[in-house]
């Protein structure tokens, strides 16, 4: 968010933009990016008119929310981390399911805005047909990985959680993210570019 912005939340910017319609402007990292999907997701969702700035990457996004061109920007932490140190962007929420150990003191989006999940993910893929004996020894030293302690601090250096979930869990996962998404597109009549 933009300090000029007068909203600490995001259920201030929900009330700012509805009384302000269509004169906000937020910025993503792309069509079809997570920060697009999250912006479209957030307008769907509380039905605020506001205008989607697509840039070629979020750190353009970014720095043009710090020079005043967008008023907010659903952004990756890393991008925005420094700005929002510096007090010349402010954080109202993430959009992760729950608090993040790497940024305890905001709160989830959903919060204010239920239903607002939309996280960046990373997963290890396999091609279809290896053997289960390798899946499973595979899974094994990644699991053992992911719980190294210097592993999770590069990670939140980064601004990421390192996490990890069963195959199965995982498969479950990217079902969920599909149907969700593919509801959202469908919903806010996002078209292919």
């Known amino acids: ?14 009330d700012y933009a509805k009384s302000n319609s269509g004169k906000l402007n937020y910025g993503t990292s792309g069509p079809g990016s997570i920060s697009h999907l999250a912006g479209a997701m957030y307008a769907n969702i509380t039905g605020v008119k506001v205008t989607e700035v697509p840039y070629k990457g979020g750190i353009l996004g970014v720095q043009d929310l710090v020079a005043g061109h967008i008023q907010y920007i659903f952004s990756d932490s890393l991008p925005a981390m420094e700005f929002i140190k510096s007090g010349r962007a402010r954080a109202l929420c993430l959009t992760s399911a729950e608090r993040s150990p790497i940024m305890p003191e905001l709160p989830p989006c ?36 992911m719980q190294d302690a210097d ?8 601004g990421v959680e390192a996490i990890y979930s069963s195959p199965e869990q995982f498969s479950a996962f990217i079902k969920s993210e599909m149907a969700k998404y593919a509801k959202l597109i469908k919903e806010a009549g996002i078209k292919v570019e």
């Open 110 to 145: 959903a919060e204010s805005v239920p239903g607002l999940v939309a996280v960046n993910w990373w997963g290890v893929f396999m091609p279809a047909g290896t053997p289960k004996a390798i899946t499973d020894k595979f899974h094994i030293d990644l699991v053992k990985v």
């Open 151 to 158: 592993v999770k601090k590069k990670f939140a250096g980064m």
């Open 1 to 14: 968010m933009h300090p000029d912005v007068p909203a600490k939340s995001l259920r201030e910017l929900t």
